[in-house]
């Protein structure tokens, strides 16, 4: 099945593989595949990666979907860089920890909320920050940029959500005026008691929405294409 889907007879000279959504279950010969550089197993029924720790050329690898949820054999993978493990069976830190070897490892993905794809460990609510602070050569967790350009912004959004909500109180006198509420707008007090700098905050942060609602369609539109594109190479 291997030799039909890559196209190759050869099981060393096999560089790209997919093999996603082909009810398998153990990986039998895979190891075999020293070549491999990207590995798709996505949808599958894949317990057990032993079979994968001789695949040590592997760039990108797909286990999106399966019933993993121990990661032994994947902690000799050196050139590892992206690494899809949404929609498993992970439920602790410390399955994760094998990965903290891997120094090229960028991106990992444990959910997926757009294909509804997840893992136990994503429920509890400080995940990120514990996956981060182990794993702190990442780059993009879940999809999302951790540093760089693109992190700045989302950090940006936050210290200005957090700001807004601080001065956002009720205007002083507004309380005491019993029925002004009916003979003038519900937000003319708002308007009234906002001060110049609470309106620049307030005009930054449409500004800003409007900016990452932008970044996040162009992401998504993004993330559409490379994984069309890698599910046809």
Not at 10 to 18: N, P, Q, T
Not at 56 to 81: E, F, H, K, P
Not at 209 to 231: F, H, V
Request: charged share 25%; with cysteine.
């Amino acid at each position: 099945m291997m030799k039909s889907q890559s196209r190759e007879f050869d099981l060393e000279s096999i560089h790209s593989l997919s093999l996603r959504s082909q009810n398998i279950s153990g990986l039998g010969c895979l190891g075999e595949c020293v070549g491999l550089e990207r590995l798709d197993l996505s949808f599958n029924d894949v317990t057990k990666l032993f079979s994968l720790a001789g695949l040590t050329n592997l760039v990108y690898l797909n286990l999106a979907a399966n019933r993993i949820s121990s990661l032994d054999g994947l902690q000799s993978l050196d050139n590892l860089q992206k690494l899809n493990l949404a929609g498993n069976l992970i439920g602790s830190l410390d399955t994760l920890r094998c990965l903290s070897c891997l120094e090229k490892l960028r991106d990992l993905r444990l959910q997926d909320t757009t294909s509804g794809l997840s893992n136990p460990i994503c429920m509890n609510v400080t995940y990120k920050s514990d996956v981060t602070t182990m794993l702190p050569i990442l780059v993009i967790l879940d999809g999302e940029r951790l540093k760089g350009r693109g992190s700045d912004l989302f950090k940006l959004y936050e210290q200005l959500d957090e700001e807004l909500k601080e001065s956002n109180e009720t205007p002083r006198g507004a309380e005491d005026l019993g029925g002004a509420g009916s003979w003038v707008p519900s937000d003319f007090w708002d308007k009234r008691n906002t001060s110049p700098q609470k309106a620049v905050l307030l005009d930054a942060e449409q500004q800003l929405r409007e900016l990452l609602k932008n970044c996040e369609d162009l992401s998504k539109s993004a993330a559409g294409k490379i994984q069309e594109w890698e599910e046809n190479r």
